[in-house]
């Protein structure tokens, strides 16, 4: 069974009936929302204080020689991937390639990031080829670019992952790597390393709006602690902001409604349908699941664009616009949520599987660190424990986006009433996300 870029499925054998969790998870938003419109008169997190680790920790992790380092790593271990899918074995589990980009790489940093604060600027392998390169630019980045490349590039990978499936084909796969890392090294010659990285590259814009909800971050080469949600407030909503965020939540929403049976059995009929507009045979499957997850992201999209239009209508003279860019970081904690307990198993379970690929890389027979001949110890989490581990991920994740969407609505409206009734509309709209995350992880496990 191919599982990259999927949890596993496991059904559990719930003592309640599943309906019940959408039940008590909506009752709790609601509290939350009395809760805080009661007791949060004022905004809190618009400005929060940053002190760092102390006995000089903080100036040690973020020194010069810890730099270089990671950067090293960074490059080194991207490039042993690539040799190994170019000259490991064909066979998707038996390649290092795809367990390690699309397991440990696409989902682990997920989890890292909100652990540990924006690792993957420390490691990312373009930046440090680029700052080592000297990239300076020949142009400003264009303000009206904005975010827009990197809602592209993500759409892109997901397109790869989910759709394409290449993660089947080893050397596919990274080749692509390698295309994409070309496409990077173009556009940091063309406007400079970090106006471009910051921006533009899918991944370093994906995983540093994660780092947002840690309580560690980096200020003038110092590591700090911060509140926890205290970094998304200071986002700048970017052209192309809203957008990588209703990709990154669209794509986990199609990808678990493909899982299910009621896609598989329509997307047979849509496969049918381009094949009797002339589409190849082969390629129709694929038509449709494209046509799948650009609908994943319009579903998204419109799920929020409901709330900003509901929002409008309690006055205060805010357009759409204002709106929708205000509280576009309050969604992130909600694609947090939704990657994290939808590819959790992915990442307990084949992520497990590094040890032994790792030690023999290209399927010589070698045994580098030992552990050729380890196993997946598929006992290390129940499949109930695994449901209750998603639920609470999904309810803690809608909780913050309220919290998030009520103190920035007192920044906004500038009086407590007003703010709290324009967040009816989004405390449906959460209410919605929430439904929808059980929904889809019920019809993964269906």
Do not use: K
């Amino acid at each position: 069974m191919i599982v990259f870029g999927h949890g596993l499925v496991q059904r559990a054998d719930l003592p309640i009936p599943e309906s019940f969790f959408a039940w008590g998870s909506a009752i709790v938003l609601v509290v939350s929302f009395a809760a805080l419109a009661s007791l949060w008169p004022r905004p809190r997190l618009e400005r929060v204080d940053w002190r760092p680790l102390p006995g000089g920790l903080g100036r040690a992790l973020g020194s010069r020689p810890v730099e270089v380092a990671c950067g090293a790593l960074g490059v080194a271990a991207p490039a042993v991937v690539v040799w190994a899918g170019f000259a490991g074995p064909d066979g998707p589990l038996d390649n290092l390639a795809p367990t390690a980009i699309l397991v440990f790489f696409w989902v682990g940093f997920v989890f890292l990031s909100v652990l540990f604060g924006d690792v993957f600027r420390a490691v990312n392998p373009w930046r440090a080829i680029g700052r080592l390169l000297r990239l300076r630019g020949r142009a400003p980045y264009p303000e009206r670019l904005g975010r827009w490349p990197a809602a592209a590039g993500l759409l892109a990978f997901t397109w790869i992952e989910l759709v394409a499936l290449w993660g089947e084909a080893p050397r596919t796969l990274v080749g692509a790597v390698v295309a994409y890392s070309l496409l990077q090294l173009a556009g940091m010659a063309r406007f400079g390393v970090e106006p471009w990285i910051s921006r533009a590259e899918a991944f370093s814009v994906y995983f540093g709006l994660f780092a947002r909800l840690s309580v560690f971050e980096t200020r003038e080469g110092v590591v700090g602690l911060r509140p926890p949600l205290g970094g998304l407030p200071r986002l700048e909503a970017l052209p192309g902001t809203v957008a990588v965020v209703c990709v990154m939540i669209g794509s986990v929403t199609y990808d678990g409604f493909s899982q299910g049976r009621a896609w598989r059995d329509f997307a047979v009929d849509l496969a049918d349908g381009f094949a009797a507009l002339g589409v190849p045979l082969a390629e129709a499957p694929t038509v449709a699941g494209t046509l799948g997850l650009l609908l994943g992201v319009a579903l998204v999209a419109g799920f929020y664009a409901l709330g900003v239009a509901g929002a409008r209508t309690v006055g205060g003279g805010l357009d759409a616009d204002r709106l929708r860019r205000g509280f576009v970081h309050t969604l992130v904690p909600i694609a947090m949520v939704y990657a994290a307990a939808h590819y959790l198993t992915a990442l307990l379970f084949q992520g497990q599987a590094l040890a032994y690929l790792a030690s023999d890389p290209v399927g010589r027979g070698w045994d580098l660190f030992g552990t050729a001949s380890s196993a997946i110890d598929y006992s290390v989490i129940s499949q109930n424990g695994t449901w209750y581990a998603q639920v609470g991920l999904v309810v803690l994740g809608h909780v913050a986006a309220l919290v998030l969407a009520h103190d920035r609505a007192l920044v906004l409206y500038g009086q407590p009433r007003l703010a709290v009734r324009s967040q009816y509309w989004m405390l449906g709209v959460m209410v919605g996300f929430t439904t929808l995350a059980l929904w889809l992880l019920a019809q993964a496990n269906a």
